[in-house]
């Protein structure tokens, strides 16, 4: 099977407080295309900072992430801004959305800074937005949705670039029981039936089952790993 | 680009009373700025309208000496003539030829030192227009068993005579002998600078050469070009035809209206641009406040993958539409509202502006506007909008997709 995420050794020290934290802490791990992976551990265990290393927002200590042959780890900013856009999908816990653009419009922007086709661009966007459930919706602003259905248009938004792969750092958090599995069977769905890799982060026991992996993290470190 | 425009417009209207209120802030501004330039050059134009118009001329021709001693000996020799030959040099519109003397007009019980200028009715209308500054009685169309005086209507009132009146007038001869004459009251004529009218009394040449003891007396030529900017020029051109004549154009007779409107005419578009600015200062208070308010928006575009170059002309671009809708508001309204007191005029009476009239001004003022300046102001308003949006917009690119994110 494809790996499309590998890190080796790698490590995320904040110097920010009294002492240095660890916060990833020596983390070899793959990922590999068409994996759903959660990924869990209590709070302050490092999750977000591991998301944002892989999604190349913040760079490593030590160590190299390779996003299938790219070791982003060395890829330059202006790059990183480029690497991001072409190959990775992003769903924030909130204020995904552009509040002034329509649902449809928040799917197309993304394909319009990839410089798509517009007509390409609608039709693609229309379909993101079925798949999600939100055919309805489409030329409704953010703020007449409700929060789960906004996180719906950030999933079909990071689906729209035809990323590698999808990271979601507890997306979930700021939704009510129905709306949050309603989101992970989306999500799973997605996962199933068009193959898309996905990690997601979750303090939510709610959810955590519908993830096909789970990946554990103590004190930046991978303390479990466990394939359904 | 297109897409980020759109965004940029629907960003303004998302916090509509901010954006409503920065608009009209600029309007305000805008007309504040051109309203009170526009007043001050109104005053200053008027000014000189008189000034030229009325009074001096745009170049007035003397005997060198009589300049500091207006006494009648020294008078142009050939006066006349000069006066035809300057005429037809090409681009003088007209000229007046006068006897001018300094003097004394007495009334029945008052008296008062005034300057007697003795003028050809027909060219001293041409000239500065006096027959259009008749307010009581007539110009010069009496022919009496006396020769008529026009005088002005504030020399009237503080030697108390009315039109019909008898004066006298003492002045010295081309000799230097003393001499009187009567003199009727034909009109009275006003001007708003008072110090002239009080000073200033007209007689027909043709009655003061008996009395001064010389036919075709002639001390003072007053010119009138075709085009006013030229004045310089054909100031030099008369210098250099009578090379033994003292030869003066409006700046020289009237330095520190000259230099206030040179003054005026310079700085006018920064005195505008100080009140401009002081809307900036509330424009890039604004700005900032509100990209700071979307730190996260922002950052989130970023992490995306949106460059910092698209976010910042995101920024930029909102401020732009923003200062541009003000802008062409606000120099609307200014045209509109310039226009109105261009027919209309505003009356200073009433708000203290008596006094004023002592000082030359007018007080009514019909406001104009060099429809450059409406143009100037639009850039100007533009300028300062986008430099106030520079520092939030760096501030907001500045900030790295993590922290945004991260930033609950
Ligand atoms: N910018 C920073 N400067 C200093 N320390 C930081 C910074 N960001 C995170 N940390 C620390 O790094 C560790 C890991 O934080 P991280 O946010 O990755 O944890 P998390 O698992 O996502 O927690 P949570 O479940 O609460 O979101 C924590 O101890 C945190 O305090
Ligand atoms: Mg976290």
Do not use: C
Not at chain 1, 159 to 180: G, H, M, R, V, Y
Not at chain 2, 189 to 205: A, G, P
Not at chain 2, 227 to 244: H, Q, S, T
Request: proline share 2%.
């Amino acid at each position: 099977m494809k790996t499309v995420i590998e890190t080796k050794n790698l490590v995320k020290v904040y110097n920010g407080g009294v002492a240095p934290v660890k916060a990833v802490n020596n983390v070899n791990i793959k990922f590999n295309e068409g994996e759903f992976t959660a990924i869990v551990g209590p709070s302050g265990s490092g999750k977000t900072t591991f998301l944002n290393l892989i999604g190349g927002l913040d760079k490593p200590t030590d160590g190299e992430i390779f996003i299938e042959n790219v070791d982003i780890s060395k890829l330059k900013e202006r790059k990183l801004f480029d690497f991001r856009l072409k190959n990775i999908g992003f769903v924030f816990q909130s204020y995904n959305l552009i509040p002034v653009l329509t649902a449809k419009e928040n799917v197309s922007f993304i394909m319009l800074l990839q410089k798509m086709k517009s007509n390409e661009m609608n039709k693609r966007a229309e379909e993101l937005l079925q798949a999600v459930g939100l055919g309805d919706k489409m030329d409704v602003r953010p703020s007449k949705l409700s929060g789960g259905q906004q996180q719906r248009v950030a999933v079909a938004r990071a689906l729209a670039s035809k990323p590698k792969f999808i990271l979601a750092d507890e997306p979930t958090a700021n939704l009510d029981t129905q709306s949050a599995l309603n989101l992970l069977d989306i999500m799973a769905r997605l996962n199933k039936e068009e193959n898309i890799t996905l990690l997601f982060s979750t303090h939510d026991q709610r959810v955590i089952d519908r993830a096909r992996r789970v990946v554990t993290l103590i004190d930046g470190a991978v303390s479990e790993d466990v394939n359904k | 680009m297109k897409k980020i425009l759109k965004i940029s417009w629907r960003n303004i209207w998302r916090n509509k009373i901010r954006s409503s209120i920065i608009i009209i802030a600029i309007i305000i501004g805008i007309m504040g700025g051109i309203f009170s330039g526009a007043i001050r050059l109104a005053a200053e134009k008027q000014q000189f309208e008189e000034a030229v118009d009325n009074r001096t001329s745009h170049i007035q021709v003397h005997h060198p000496k009589f300049v500091a001693n207006p006494e009648a000996r020294f008078y142009i020799k050939n006066g006349i003539h000069i006066a035809k030959e300057i005429e037809a040099i090409d681009g003088v519109h007209s000229v007046s030829e006068r006897s001018v003397v300094e003097g004394m007009v007495a009334s029945a019980n008052l008296n008062a030192g005034v300057r007697i200028k003795g003028v050809d009715a027909l060219a001293e209308a041409l000239t500065t227009n006096l027959n259009s500054l008749i307010t009581e009685g007539t110009y010069f169309e009496n022919e009496g068993r006396l020769p008529s005086i026009i005088i002005g209507e504030a020399l009237a009132n503080t030697i108390n005579v009315s039109v019909g009146s008898r004066i006298v007038l003492t002045f010295q001869d081309i000799k230097g002998e003393m001499i009187s004459a009567s003199f009727v009251v034909e009109g009275l004529y006003k001007l708003s600078s008072r110090r002239f009218e009080e000073s200033t009394v007209f007689i027909q040449s043709k009655n003061i050469y008996d009395l001064i003891g010389k036919e075709k007396h002639v001390t003072e030529i007053a010119v009138v070009i075709d085009d006013v900017d030229n004045y310089r020029l054909m100031a030099e051109k008369i210098r250099k035809a009578f090379p033994e004549l003292d030869v003066k154009h409006w700046a020289d007779m009237e330095p520190s209206l000259y230099y206030s409107l040179e003054f005026l005419n310079q700085n006018l578009i920064w005195m505008v641009g100080i009140i401009i600015l002081g809307v900036s200062f509330g424009l890039f208070n604004t700005i900032l406040m509100s990209v700071l308010e979307r730190v996260k928006e922002f950052g989130i575009l970023m992490a995306i993958g949106m460059k910092r170059t698209k976010v910042f002309l995101m920024i930029i671009f909102e401020t732009i539409m923003l200062s541009f809708i003000a802008g062409v508001s606000g120099l609307i309204l200014s045209y509109g509202m310039i226009r109105h007191f261009k027919v209309k005029g505003i009356n200073l009476e009433g708000v203290g502006a008596e006094g004023l009239e002592d000082f030359g001004y007018a007080t009514v003022l019909y406001l104009d506007l060099d429809p450059q300046m409406y143009f100037q102001i639009g850039i100007m308003v533009m300028v300062f909008a986008v430099l106030a949006a520079v520092y939030p917009a760096v501030k907001a690119i500045r900030l790295s997709p993590v922290e945004a994110v991260r930033s609950e």
